[in-house]
């Protein structure tokens, strides 16, 4: 950001953007999360809203101390019924948008066809992809896709947005990279604790283009991601921490998530789709030299129906 002028002048343009959001309908809800995707527009143009409530932190003294609010600062509460020794209640609790916001809201505007896909409700389906596919399908769509996509990538790498919020930096554009809070973070909630270390090269698309000649590189990227997480968040140990890739990723640029292990990330972390980044680092290791990197194995994974990948490209194969 130039100035703290612009900041503050883009932060009260963002705030008004969401005021101006027209509810057109609901592109998926889940109960476990108790979050929700809206599909709209602002200003006649494409925009979804998703809006998630906020978990509740045992984790940091903080946020200890403030549990007892919980039963002490209700502001309304209504018994739902009662049986021998159990009672059961609803009620409204104090909130406060600095230490206790109840929900997290997340805007994509103007939004596309691809995210429109991707935050509705959608069946997935098992693909079971040889090298072929991935040379004949996977790759040149990525192609297509790279470079409207991570304009938002482009944007921390050259610290044009995020940059007061980088947890830590290597800055070597060959083998650094730049950890910040992912967007899906509160950044309030430990347990919820979610980073996202983004490489400053641009020549790994995803796991596809990793092979022996990355496993140094990736030791040492892992090792860098751990001492900053637990020299800055000092409630966490390196035995609390998920560091793992997606395949697919949405993103075609190649990224690493860091979460606290206590942290739900629902599909984002279940298998078909996170790869723990340690034993991605194994597999190079094992592999013999003619096998030598992960564009000659067949990958499984999971993908939506609803996105083009599957509609223009793996439904005929798979379908
Ligand atoms: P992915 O595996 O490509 O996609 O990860 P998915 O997990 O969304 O399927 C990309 C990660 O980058 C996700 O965890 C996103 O929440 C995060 N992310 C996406 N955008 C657009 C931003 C952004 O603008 N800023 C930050 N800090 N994180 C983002």
Redesign the pocket.
């Known amino acids: 950001m130039a100035s703290d002028e612009t900041a503050a002048g883009t932060s009260v343009a963002s705030v008004e953007l969401i005021r101006q959001f027209q509810f057109e309908r609901v592109l998926n809800h889940d109960t476990r999360s108790k979050s929700i995707n809206i599909l709209g527009t602002i200003d006649t143009t494409a925009a979804i809203l998703t809006a998630e409530k906020t978990a509740f932190s045992a984790h940091d003294e903080s946020a200890i101390a403030k549990l007892p609010t919980i039963a002490n600062g209700t502001s309304s509460i209504r018994l739902l019924d009662s049986n021998d020794i159990y009672r059961w209640y609803m009620a409204v609790l104090v909130q406060d948008l600095e230490t206790s916001p109840g929900a997290k809201l997340?805007l994509?505007w103007p939004a596309t066809k691809t995210h429109i896909d991707?935050y509705g409700k959608q069946r997935r389906k098992v693909i079971r992809e040889t090298p072929e596919l991935y040379r004949t399908v996977l790759a040149p769509y990525i192609e297509r896709m790279r470079g409207d996509r991570i304009q938002?990538?482009y944007?921390?790498l050259s610290h044009k947005?995020?940059a007061d919020?980088i947890v830590y930096e290597n800055p070597d554009p060959d083998q650094g990279f730049i950890l910040?809070?992912?967007?899906?973070?509160d950044r309030t909630t430990m347990d919820a604790l979610?980073l996202?270390a983004?490489v400053h090269r641009h020549d790994i698309a995803s796991v596809r283009d990793l092979n022996k000649s990355h496993i140094a590189w990736l030791k040492s990227v892992e090792s860098e991601i751990i001492q900053a997480v637990t020299r800055t968040y000092t409630a966490i140990s390196v035995a609390e921490l998920r560091v793992y890739?997606?395949y697919?990723?949405?993103?075609?640029?190649f990224?690493i998530?860091v979460t606290n292990v206590e942290h739900d990330?629902g599909?984002?972390a279940t298998v078909g789709?996170a790869i723990m980044l340690s034993d991605l680092v194994a597999r190079l290791e094992e592999m013999s030299e003619e096998v030598y990197g992960f564009e000659n194995t067949t990958l499984t994974y999971l993908l939506g129906e609803n996105s083009e990948l599957w509609r223009e490209g793996y439904a005929s194969v798979f379908g």
């Open positions: 997340s994509i991707k938002w990538v944007n921390i947005v995020e919020r910040l809070p992912d967007l899906k973070w979610y996202v983004i890739v997606h697919l990723p949405s993103y075609y640029h990224h998530h990330a599909d984002g789709k």
